[in-house]
């Protein structure tokens, strides 16, 4: 092996010297195997050994050269591995075959590479063949080896041997590769062959297969899975090479794959498939049909009855739900894998509570074993998982649950539709500020932009409404009413279409749909959770309804109600315009008079449907724009009315005056938030006096909150000073007591609120950090725009891993957040800390505000069982052991 320039590190380790602690450098499969061999004795595993993790990354950063000594220390490992089998690679009489696999850190199935059989060539298969006294064997496991070869080492086109074989099947009239003859494999292995220059040293063999593993790892199914599933590029892979079993030996062998329990559903039966006289590439590839694993008792009792004894031991000594591989060879059972079984979210909460109840687990480690993110599945409508449909292509999956209706692409258009009775779904290039009427109307949202950042991703996941975003390949033509693909109009306005939001999958077939119900198991879960968890949990929560359907999953209140959200209906937006439009105080006041009533409306819904519970109120904070015409559009009718000497000429032009006057270069740094608040004070004044009035009107029926009255995107003390005395003045018209009856507290969402915050405590009671603008501002990067535009290829040229707009930033944004809390609370020790921005469902992100000393987290509704899992989780990985037992 050519070898880089570094250490004579220990770049190979045998199984029996491994074990699962050494998972970071021996990967998942190499750490397992090595436990598996300690506990089931090395008569059950086939002896092999492992090339570390750390090889492959001094691989690649040598430009793809072996590092120094890795060669003589895989020569070294082998000549073991040929003293303990008491055969050769390559021998001419009875050769030693072995496998070569990858191992990453995380298991990512399919992904990386394998070679099987390695060893033969054209003697030693002959050996072979004497030896076990079964030709058939020996060139099924040649044929096998060099078409694996060819396609994994060499890359040529695995339809190529697939056709191959089709027509020698074809030729002599059978239908199953086991039915092909001696002389039909010498056929084809002499065929594949020709395909590619094969080379019949078996060193060279195993050079290439070592080679094709490492380079797998930065190949483009490998990178595009670390991408979706968060897996950094530094880890590397390791290789395991081990020595071959065979069950393609004929009618007494076989291979399959084994759960412990079954792998869908969670019930405590194992489950899995096998086949005989197969290796285990076939029971995977779907060359054939493998049989259920409840019929290998029927096959071999006595193998069936190892497997089970040995997947309990399994089970016993990892702790959790396994996925093993095995292989029969002439009944004699080894077993090649062991892992810990990647399930959907059912079967991961029926674990759980099935491995309390048997004393496998106590309640800390049974939570530690599920996805808190997968929990999100079992509270939105699925897509049938019987159904079959045509998937016509693929977006983001933004935001969970399925839905179908018929195509929209206005959201006024949505907002008649749902009141006409009709399911829609709104389809969109893209999704803006006032289009949250629609979300609110369609069953589903569909874009060909953005990800699962972007302002529709945001706000659907924030209403629990499916999104799908990103859908790249369809071009969204929202003045033609068409949806094209290539080209080609797939769909116009009116047609159905099916999304799915938990798998990105959009369909044009009528693809029944499955309500989810929170099962007895789910219930389970969120009690223990509830039990070791010191996070509070609430929600982000605009409605009332949403508020009833938070409370329902768990929410401990309300955290954010972003009372903007309240002024995009269609009566109401037109008034939120006369507001802002007015010429001075007097018009202003009579235009926010009619707002007054629907406000106090809205907030004693909220307030009746969280009785008991605190609710924090966020004042308006929404830039201008949102709420002005587009300035073109003011102009266009300015010019017509000019034309037909209309007589609304004068209005139009005082219009197009205003929002010409009130235009920004960049309206989200522009006049929102506590600015709004202070240049025109009558707007946050009728917020508050609709907020102090509710809550008087709810204290008459009996209705107890606690109002937390938040001002947003403050900067400076004197700022919250000004807006602290505007709220303590309306409040004592209502003789209501600050602290008593109210609470007055800022959203710390600017990098010199985090600087100041020490400053600013003075005038607060609490602070809640607004992740999602911090990470704006902090980063410099614009929520929407990056996700077009930059997102992808910063995470394609690794600046960083993962979106920080989807988990925290914690180098940089984060220790803002530490600074802000630090610093609050080094002034007012009392001061309650909470977050509400996009992060505080995210699981990452939970575990750092744990750590960090905050007092809540704040996510949508659907959001709420997730966190308060994930919570739970962060509080039995980081404090006394004892509390997991309790």
Not at 229 to 238: R, V
Not at 364 to 370: D, R, V, Y
Not at 759 to 768: K, L, Q, W
């Amino acid at each position: 092996m050519g070898s880089a320039d570094g250490t004579s590190d220990k770049w190979v380790y045998e199984f029996a010297e491994g074990s699962r602690e050494m998972r970071d450098l021996l990967g998942g499969k190499g750490a397992n195997v090595a436990e598996m061999t300690r506990v089931l004795g090395a008569d059950r595993v086939p002896a092999g050994f492992t090339i570390t993790t750390e090889a492959c990354v001094a691989y690649m950063n040598a430009e793809q050269a072996f590092p120094e000594g890795l060669d003589e220390q895989v020569a070294t490992a082998l000549a073991r591995l040929e003293e303990h089998a008491g055969k050769a690679l390559g021998d001419s009489d009875d050769p030693l075959l072995v496998s070569v696999r990858s191992g990453a850190r995380e298991s990512m199935p399919g992904m990386l590479d394998t070679v099987l059989n390695l060893g033969l060539n054209d003697e030693s298969v002959e050996g072979l063949a004497r030896k076990t006294r079964n030709e058939r064997f020996a060139w099924d496991s040649y044929r096998r080896f060099v078409q694996m070869y060819g396609n994994v080492v060499v890359g040529i086109e695995g339809e190529r041997f697939e056709d191959a074989i089709k027509a020698a099947k074809k030729e002599r009239g059978v239908r199953d590769d086991t039915e092909l003859d001696v002389d039909a494999l010498r056929e084809l292995t002499q065929t594949f062959k020709g395909f590619y220059e094969f080379p019949a040293d078996p060193q060279e063999q195993l050079q290439g297969a070592i080679r094709a593993v490492f380079d797998s790892w930065v190949g483009d199914r490998a990178v595009s899975y670390r991408r979706i599933n968060h897996i950094p590029d530094e880890w590397g892979t390791a290789v395991n090479i081990q020595q071959m079993v065979f069950g393609n030996k004929g009618d007494t062998s076989g291979s399959g794959v084994a759960f412990s329990r079954d792998e869908v559903t969670g019930e405590p039966e194992p489950s899995g498939d096998f086949l005989p006289n197969a290796q285990g590439e076939d029971v995977v590839s779907g060359v054939r049909t493998p049989r259920d694993i409840r019929e290998l008792k029927d096959w071999q009792p006595e193998v069936h009855k190892q497997l089970m004894d040995i997947l309990r031991t399994l089970e016993q000594h990892y702790g959790d739900m396994q996925d093993t591989e095995f292989t029969v060879e002439e009944s004699r059972l080894y077993m090649l894998q062991t892992r810990n079984a990647k399930r959907p979210a059912q079967a991961a909460v029926r674990f759980a509570v099935d491995a309390v109840g048997e004393g496998l687990l106590d309640k800390g480690a049974a939570l530690a074993t599920i996805e808190a993110e997968k929990l999100d599945a079992l509270l939105h409508p699925t897509f049938d998982p019987g159904a079959e449909f045509n998937v016509l292509a693929k977006g983001v999956a933004a935001s969970p649950g399925a839905a179908k209706g018929e195509i929209v692409f206005l959201a006024d258009d949505a907002v008649a539709a749902a009141a006409d009775g009709r399911d829609v779904v709104l389809v969109r290039p893209f999704t803006e500020a006032e289009d949250v009427a629609g979300f609110h109307a369609a069953k589903g949202v569909l874009t060909s932009e953005g990800g699962k950042a972007s302002h529709a991703a945001l706000v659907a996941r924030g209403m629990g409404v499916p999104a799908v975003t990103g859908a790249g390949s369809l071009e969204i033509d929202v003045k033609a009413g068409e949806v094209r693909l290539d080209g080609q109009v797939v769909l116009r306005e009116g047609e159905l279409v099916a999304i799915d939001g938990t798998t990105g999958c959009i369909t044009t077939d009528d693809v029944p749909l499955i309500d989810p119900e929170m099962s007895a198991e789910f219930r389970t879960v969120l009690g223990w959770a509830d039990e070791l968890r010191r996070l509070d949990v609430r929600t982000n929560a605009d409605t009332p309804e949403d508020a009833r359907k938070a409370r329902e999953f768990g929410a401990q209140g309300i955290g954010l109600c972003r009372t903007e959200h309240m002024f995009f209906g269609e009566d109401r937006h037109e008034k939120m315009v006369n507001v802002i439009l007015a010429s001075d105080d007097e018009q202003r006041r009579a235009a926010l008079d009619e707002l007054l009533g629907p406000q106090q409306s809205d907030f004693e819904g909220i307030f009746e449907a969280m009785d008991g519970l605190p609710v924090t109120i966020r004042l308006l904070d929404p830039p201008l724009h949102e709420f002005l015409p587009k300035l073109h559009d003011v102009e266009a009718q300015v010019e017509r009315a000019r034309v037909e000497r209309s007589d609304d000429l004068g209005r139009l032009e005082h219009t197009f005056e205003r929002v010409r006057a009130l235009q920004e270069v960049n309206p989200m740094l522009g006049t929102r938030g506590v600015r709004l608040g202070i240049l025109y004070p009558a707007i946050y004044e009728m917020q508050i006096e609709a907020i102090f009035r509710a809550l008087v009107a709810a204290r008459g029926r009996d209705v107890d909150v606690h109002v937390e009255v938040m001002v947003p995107l403050v900067d400076y003390r004197r700022e919250l000073a000004l807006l602290r005395e505007l709220i303590e003045r309306v409040a004592g018209r209502h003789s209501l007591t600050r602290g008593e009856d109210y609470s007055i507290g800022t959203m710390i969402e600017l990098p010199r609120a985090c600087l100041r915050a020490d400053e600013i405590a003075h005038e607060a009671d609490f602070y809640s950090f607004g992740t999602n603008d911090l990470t704006q501002t902090a980063l410099g990067f614009s929520r929407d725009d990056i996700e077009g535009r930059i997102l992808a290829r910063y995470i394609e040229m690794r600046v960083f891993d993962r979106s920080p707009f989807e988990t925290l930033d914690g180098p940089g944004v984060g220790q803002l957040v530490r600074m802000g809390a630090w610093l609050g609370r080094k002034t007012k020790p009392e001061l309650k800390l909470g977050v509400c921005g996009e992060h505080g469902g995210d699981p990452d992100s939970i575990d750092f505000f744990h750590h960090s000393g905050m007092d809540y987290v704040s996510c949508s509704p659907y959001r709420v069982p997730v966190a308060r899992v994930a919570a739970a989780q962060a509080a039995v990985r980081n404090v006394d052991p004892d509390l997991a037992t309790r």
